[in-house]
């Protein structure tokens, strides 16, 4: 009797699981942000194709965000201009990202004055963009009381940065880029490089016009 029981409490819970699977599979079509969305009209633009895939971690001041075409968000991103919800955002937009970019699991893009993500622009899971920093000069005042300077971010298009980038304020990385997994990316990455560490270096460079063709970096 007891085997009986425990098999049909099995088939049971089997059951349940295929539910709730079909239900979450169901949900991550209905919820995800779209050009049509009602969250999508939010945006300052959101181009036909593009996706933001549920869950979103947060969505702050979408109207100073603008997405091209045929990109891709994935799931667990957050996506935020300015610091407070309302806030009215000196530049527009404060974040861009560009057409057929695919922006990885649990990412966050944290703009307060320009991030500026070019087309054709891939990023691994994990991976921090933000234009913003916190002061800490004066130890007799907090850090999260301190000034927070912020210097504008671009990133060309054709990049790749790999899992757990970190691109701080002042970044600009060129075109056809590749940023190693874990690096944490400040100042100028020339295009057509590789870059690896923290900070991130060059450690190879590549010709436009030669392509595989490479320059090792020691």
Same mark, same amino acid.
């Given at each position: 009797?007891?085997?009986?029981?425990?098999? #049909?409490?099995?088939?049971?819970?089997? %059951? *349940?699981?295929?539910?709730?699977?079909?239900?979450?599979?169901?949900?991550?079509?209905?919820?995800?942000?779209?050009?049509?969305?009602? %969250?999508? %009209? %939010?945006?300052?633009?959101?181009?036909?194709?593009?996706?933001?895939?549920?869950?979103?971690? /947060?969505?702050?001041? $979408?109207?100073? &965000?603008? #997405?091209?075409?045929? +990109?891709? &968000?994935?799931?667990?991103?957050?996506? /935020?201009?300015?610091?407070?919800?309302?806030? $009215?955002?000196?530049?527009?937009?404060?974040?861009?990202?560009?057409?057929?970019?695919? #922006?990885?699991?649990?990412?966050?893009?944290?703009?307060?004055?320009?991030?500026?993500?070019?087309? =054709? *622009?891939?990023?691994?899971?994990?991976?921090?963009?933000? =234009?913003?920093?916190?002061?800490?000069?004066? *130890?007799?005042?907090? #850090?999260?009381?301190?000034?927070?300077?912020?210097?504008?971010?671009?990133?060309?298009?054709?990049?790749?940065?790999?899992?757990?980038?970190?691109?701080?304020?002042? +970044?600009?990385?060129? $075109?056809?880029?590749?940023?190693?997994?874990?690096?944490?990316? +400040?100042?100028?990455?020339?295009?057509?490089? *590789?870059?690896?560490?923290?900070?991130?270096?060059?450690?190879?460079?590549?010709? $436009?016009?030669?392509?595989?063709?490479?320059?090792?970096?020691?």
């Amino acid at each position: 009797m007891g085997a009986v029981s425990h098999s #049909i409490r099995g088939r049971m819970m089997a %059951r *349940v699981g295929d539910a709730v699977a079909w239900c979450w599979d169901r949900l991550s079509v209905i919820a995800s942000v779209g050009p049509k969305s009602r %969250r999508g %009209r %939010r945006f300052g633009a959101f181009g036909e194709g593009s996706i933001i895939c549920f869950p979103a971690t /947060s969505l702050m001041n $979408e109207r100073f &965000i603008e #997405i091209g075409e045929n +990109t891709m &968000i994935g799931p667990h991103v957050a996506l /935020s201009a300015g610091m407070a919800p309302g806030q $009215e955002c000196l530049s527009q937009p404060v974040v861009r990202i560009g057409d057929r970019c695919l #922006i990885g699991r649990g990412s966050g893009i944290v703009g307060h004055f320009s991030i500026d993500i070019g087309d =054709d *622009v891939w990023t691994g899971h994990h991976v921090y963009i933000t =234009d913003q920093n916190h002061g800490y000069d004066n *130890v007799d005042i907090p #850090i999260s009381q301190q000034s927070m300077p912020e210097k504008p971010v671009r990133i060309g298009s054709g990049s790749w940065l790999g899992h757990g980038t970190v691109v701080l304020p002042g +970044t600009d990385i060129g $075109e056809h880029v590749v940023i190693g997994a874990n690096s944490v990316v +400040t100042g100028s990455i020339p295009s057509f490089s *590789v870059a690896v560490g923290a900070p991130a270096r060059v450690v190879k460079s590549m010709s $436009e016009a030669d392509g595989p063709t490479s320059q090792e970096h020691r």
